[in-house]
């Protein structure tokens, strides 16, 4: 029998065949838009997060293969420039675990962290570092070994401090002291949907809102929710008008009554409340990068920005942090 998959022409077919992904994605890396990018060379391939962090006129960034970057942005800035990452953040006793969701908690002068061990979801916990000198203020452990299969996912910080970590594997959250120590942990029948494979990923993005609840999104469901703290946490379902918000990931509060959820493609939803989040309505969708991942949104000079977990290129990779234009 001929090796017909040794010829020429099936060669040929094959190089054609992997070269228009590659060709789609160069055509779209140089395409123009009609928003600002924030451009940046990297590492890594995989930047789970990123927050603009005004006082230091940085975009923070987590990094899948663990660790915390810094990409600063100086005053003469222009948009033809492409920044450089710099590692700030490399613990070797974390080493094998993701970086993954991160809070800036500024009255503290500290980051936090949400540490995973994404392929064996064997272990989760939240780390804090100083924003000045990126030393590590605590490491709190919120599960391993033993227990039922976790992955600390995002991570918010209301206003005494206390940060509340997601798990998207068993759909709870985690809250977590001023000072490390673990206090509770919130689980709620209305995070499982009646879906087995919606739970396959499931509490993600979270926010904490300044008339004291937090806002969180379930992934595959696309459900938003209302944790109302003081009253001891009551969850709530909010109605979202023009949702469900499938694949759902990081979430930023633009105002008290807007949203932003970063969501694959479209890569970015608003959402806007007139009533507390009891109800909500999207009012505004964005197309971003087709070849890219939304995972996470921050607000820079009063401009929305996306976060885009892949970077392209070899041997140095560049990564996109888009903006929503809204």
């Known amino acids: 029998m001929a090796l017909w998959f040794c010829s020429a022409r099936f060669l040929v077919f094959l190089f054609i065949v992997s070269a228009l992904p590659i060709a789609y994605i160069i055509s779209q890396e140089r395409a123009k838009t009609d928003h600002h990018v924030f451009h940046y060379h990297s590492s890594g391939f995989f930047r789970e997060c990123a927050k603009w962090d005004d006082q230091g006129r940085?975009?923070?960034?987590s990094f899948l293969e663990g660790g915390v970057g810094?990409?600063?942005?100086?005053?003469?800035?222009?948009?033809?420039?492409?920044?450089q990452e710099v590692t700030v953040v490399k613990d070797s006793d974390l080493t094998g675990n993701a970086s993954n969701g991160i809070a800036l908690d500024r009255p503290r002068n500290r980051l936090l962290v949400a540490v995973a061990d994404v392929l064996g979801n064997r272990y989760?916990?939240?780390?804090?570092y100083d924003l000045s000198t990126w030393k590590r203020l605590f490491l709190t452990k919120l599960s391993g070994p033993g227990d039922e299969k976790s992955m600390a996912d995002d991570v918010a910080v209301d206003a005494d401090g206390?940060?509340?970590?997601?798990d998207v594997k068993g759909s709870k959250i985690w809250k977590v002291g001023v000072d490390g120590e673990l206090l509770s942990t919130l689980t709620n029948s209305l995070f499982t949907p009646k879906e087995w494979y919606k739970s396959l990923l499931g509490l993600n993005g979270i926010v904490y809102h300044p008339d004291g609840y937090l806002i969180v999104i379930h992934t595959l469901s696309g459900n938003l929710f209302k944790i109302d703290l003081a009253k001891g946490d009551e969850v709530k379902l909010i109605e979202v008008a023009g949702g469900p918000l499938a694949f759902g990931d990081g979430l930023e509060l633009i105002s008290p009554t807007k949203l932003v959820v970063a969501a694959g493609n479209p890569s970015g939803r608003l959402v806007e409340s007139t009533d507390g989040w009891e109800t909500a309505s999207v009012v505004a969708k964005f197309k971003g990068p087709m070849h890219r991942l939304a995972t996470a949104a921050t607000v820079k000079d009063g401009k929305v920005y996306l976060n885009h977990m892949f970077g392209m290129?070899?041997?140095?990779k560049t990564h996109a942090l888009v903006e929503f234009v809204l």
């Open 58 to 61: 940085r975009f923070l960034v």
């Open 313 to 316: 290129g070899y041997p140095r």
């Open 124 to 128: 989760s916990g939240l780390a804090a």
């Open 162 to 166: 206390n940060a509340y970590v997601t």
């Open 70 to 83: 810094e990409i600063h942005v100086p005053q003469n800035y222009t948009p033809d420039v492409v920044l």
